[in-house]
């Protein structure tokens, strides 16, 4: 199928821009740039209807998951369902920043972990310094997901594990070395115990899974300090 590497709305509007006549239309006749005005509404609107669904679907399996939750009879099932809820939250999130990027083939992943970054620190109840700093990077949009999902597991893990009472720093870096890509997740709290790496109930493991997907490697380094380190490589993480 092809893709486009410019939202159909911004075609639809390039093209309402030519002129009969003019040197972008030699090879176009008019009623050939109509029609082709016809498609990209078409496309933009399926689009639109697509990323409804989406959201539509999200908030009804939300729904399902809170019923759920409320029939539980055990506190182990409650947590267990508020982790899928709160994934398929932080899923839905990360769409929706997607859908306002547009709808191209690469995705600027410095706002991307801005804007969910701040997000997810605005809905903590925790008092934390939040620290976003990102190199200017492209990335297939088939990649974004994955990289947002990381980056929610182990910024929600910093806030769980090194956020104390008091009030705690959080960075989250993303830096650039050629093709070669760093993400950083710290922490000044005292981190995750070393036996709790690796968990069987533990979101480091989803982690590891989307790190693989990135064809990446992952490590987290036990506190004080809690550290989850991301390498990939930009030629290799189209999924």
Do not use: W
């Not at 939202?7 to 509007?13: E, K, S």
């Not at 947590?79 to 306002?100: E, P």
């Not at 981190?191 to 990135?214: F, M, N, T, W």
């Amino acid at each position: 199928m092809q893709t486009f590497t410019t939202r159909p709305r911004t075609m639809l509007a390039m093209l309402k821009r030519m002129r009969p006549g003019g040197r972008q239309q030699s090879q176009l006749q008019a009623d050939g740039v109509e029609d082709l005005c016809r498609r990209f509404q078409e496309l933009e609107l399926r689009f639109e209807e697509y990323d409804h669904r989406v959201k539509n679907n999200t908030q009804m399996m939300l729904s399902v998951l809170s019923m759920a939750r409320r029939s539980a009879v055990n506190q182990e099932a409650r947590f267990a369902l508020d982790a899928v809820a709160s994934k398929l939250n932080a899923a839905a999130q990360i769409q929706s920043i997607l859908q306002r990027a547009g709808h191209g083939q690469t995705v600027r992943c410095d706002d991307l972990l801005r804007e969910l970054s701040r997000n997810i620190q605005a809905a903590s109840p925790c008092n934390f310094a939040l620290i976003v700093d990102s190199d200017p990077v492209e990335l297939p949009s088939s990649a974004a997901l994955p990289l947002g999902l990381i980056v929610n597991e182990l910024l929600t893990n910093a806030i769980k594990h090194g956020v104390t009472a008091q009030r705690g720093c959080v960075r989250v870096s993303l830096k650039t070395s050629g093709d070669a890509l760093e993400l950083r997740v710290e922490d000044n709290g005292p981190g995750i115990r070393p036996c709790q790496i690796g968990g069987r109930h533990s979101g480091l493991r989803l982690v590891e899974h989307l790190a693989a997907r990135l064809q990446g490697q992952f490590h987290m380094h036990p506190g004080p300090g809690g550290r989850g380190v991301l390498r990939f490589n930009r030629t290799q993480s189209a999924v």
